[in-house]
């Protein structure tokens, strides 16, 4: 969808991958890199111990002042003392959170009242019950035909 309003789309993973119209960075050197670059960093990773923490004040550091980090994702993605210091300081222009490492976000959380950040209701993705049912009859199908159901998760991978 950002492609189709004329942003320059990038994205990041640990291992490589390519996607039509999509610049792919992965490893450490890609994170570096793709990070300095960036004007908007979103943040759509699973919760792993790999990722945990993985937006601190050595990333804030790297990416462009006054960037902007919007969190769809998991709030154990970013380390929220580290965010603030960086809003505070300017090298994070403004971050618009939907999720937290403490949900529901505590009523006392500076995130409710820092002026460089908007939280929003955790509304980043919703279940519309045509989709949901569409999958659960599929997955139906799939195990009655002996086939892998849909969407399954990686225990493995642990996402």
Not at 17 to 43: M, N, P, W, Y
Not at 110 to 118: A, D, G, L, N, S
Not at 136 to 153: K, S, T
């Amino acid at each position: 969808a950002l492609k189709a309003l004329n942003f320059d789309v990038a994205g990041w993973s640990r291992q490589p991958k390519d996607s039509t119209g999509v610049r792919c960075f992965h490893g450490e050197d890609g994170l570096i890199e793709i990070l300095a670059q960036a004007d908007i960093v979103v943040t759509l990773l699973p919760k792993t111990p790999e990722t945990d923490n993985l937006l601190n004040a050595r990333r804030f550091a790297q990416m462009k002042r006054g960037a902007v980090i919007v969190n769809p994702g998991r709030g154990a993605l970013i380390n929220d003392g580290d965010l603030l210091a960086a809003l505070d300081s300017g090298q994070i222009g403004h971050a618009t959170l939907d999720v937290f490492r403490v949900e529901p976000l505590p009523k006392d959380s500076p995130f409710w009242t820092h002026p460089r950040v908007t939280v929003t209701p955790h509304i980043a993705a919703d279940t519309r019950a045509s989709g949901a049912v569409g999958v659960l009859v599929e997955n139906i199908r799939r195990g009655e035909a002996g086939l892998p159901f849909l969407h399954l998760v990686d225990f493995r991978r642990g996402y």
